[in-house]
């Protein structure tokens, strides 16, 4: 197996899916589809999963099946095979309209060209996908090792992305007014709220949507000047937590991650970029999650844009730091079956 198309079997396939699966997604929709056909697997949105109110244009939904295509490239690495991906079949770089986000519209194909040994980054990567998780939780009051900060914008550049650390106390007051106005302006939109709510999982086991007790919740005594997504549509968040006191306001590291461009296929390149950093924090024992408000709408995203004078396109802002001590364990979301995301023809 030199050269050449060596092919995906299904044994393969079912590994690489696997692992696939466990990457984030956008209120874990899992918006993706697999078919492993003459070797080869190609990744295709799952449209009855965009969210038509937070993300009308799927822009989200691709970020989605990018990370997922990051997770699918590294199971290939580890089994030492040399994975080939093709982004957007047939229409990438060639000048024309962008595709339509269809059910039909190959994402990505995936291949594999011979045999390759798995370096140690990509075992460490890979068995953070296991673990890697959206984590909530506070933080401690902790800042980033620049070290880890530097390979987190290495992973990014490896993908194709840039990724920029709100360092200065302006631009994180000025980017933390933007991401409160924008919590606002869908804490008060009735349809972001009955949309969330549909993804919203109380009531025991499912296999997709993000369960409660993942799941932030606004409440008085949690401060912090940027706002976390609130999951809670009932409006009965109470004040856990809070016993002995307020605990000390958060103050996380926030990163920005962007393209030059905004096209599928750089939101699939940020897609990738996004699991290969959050992969990187996992394996440092750091932990992150995403600050989504500010980029969810056009106009807000816009706004942060030119308040950072940034020429691209913010994909996702992160908030990174190390879970404290006595934090509560946390715990991992649910996945959808593979019969339900994988077909072999
Ligand atoms: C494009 C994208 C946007 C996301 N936005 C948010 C967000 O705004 N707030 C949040 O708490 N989590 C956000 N997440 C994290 C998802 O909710 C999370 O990945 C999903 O629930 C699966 O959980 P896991 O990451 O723990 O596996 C986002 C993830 C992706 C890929």
């Known amino acids: 197996m030199e050269s050449g198309t060596a092919g995906i079997g299904r044994e393969v396939a079912v590994e690489v899916v696997t692992t696939a699966s466990l990457a984030p997604s956008i209120h874990n929709t899992q918006p993706w589809r697999w078919r492993l056909a003459a070797g080869r697997l190609a990744l295709a949105p799952d449209v009855g999963r965009r969210l038509p109110v937070l993300d009308p244009d799927g822009r989200q939904l691709v970020v989605s099946c990018g990370a997922a295509l990051l997770h699918a490239r590294l199971a290939c690495r580890v089994l030492g095979l040399e994975p080939e991906v093709e982004l957007l079949p047939g229409s990438a770089g ?21 045999r390759h040994a798995p370096t140690d980054a990509d075992r ?16 401690a009051d902790q800042p980033l090792e620049p070290v880890l900060l530097e390979q987190l914008r290495r992973a990014a550049e490896a993908e194709g992305a840039w990724l920029m650390p709100l360092a200065h106390s302006d631009q994180r007051l000025g980017a933390a007014v933007v991401a409160a106005r924008a919590d606002w302006a869908e804490q008060t939109d009735p349809a972001y709220r009955a949309e969330l709510a549909t993804w919203r999982r109380a009531d025991g086991p499912a296999g997709d949507g993000v369960p409660t007790d993942v799941a932030a919740t606004h409440h008085p005594f949690r401060a912090s000047d940027f706002p976390l997504r609130d999951f809670d549509t009932t409006g009965t968040a109470d004040a856990a937590g809070t016993a002995g006191g307020p605990p000390p306001t958060e103050n996380p590291t926030v990163i920005v991650l962007g393209t030059d461009a905004d096209q599928t296929e750089d939101r699939l390149r940020a897609g990738q970029a996004l699991a290969r950093v959050l992969l990187t924090v996992t394996a440092a024992g750091a932990a992150a999650s995403p600050l989504g408000q500010p980029v969810d709408s056009d106009g807000y995203r816009s706004v942060i844009e030119r308040m950072l004078s940034i020429a691209g396109h913010i994909q996702m802002i992160l908030r990174v730091g190390y879970p404290r001590r006595d934090a509560a364990a946390s715990t991992l979301t649910p996945r959808r079956p593979l019969g339900e995301i994988l077909v072999i023809d």
């Open 94 to 114: 060639r000048p024309g309209p962008e595709p339509a986000l269809r059910d039909d519209l190959v994402l990505a194909t995936l291949d594999v060209r011979g």
């Open 124 to 139: 460490l990567l890979f068995s953070a996908a296991g673990a890697r998780h959206t984590d909530r939780r506070p933080f």
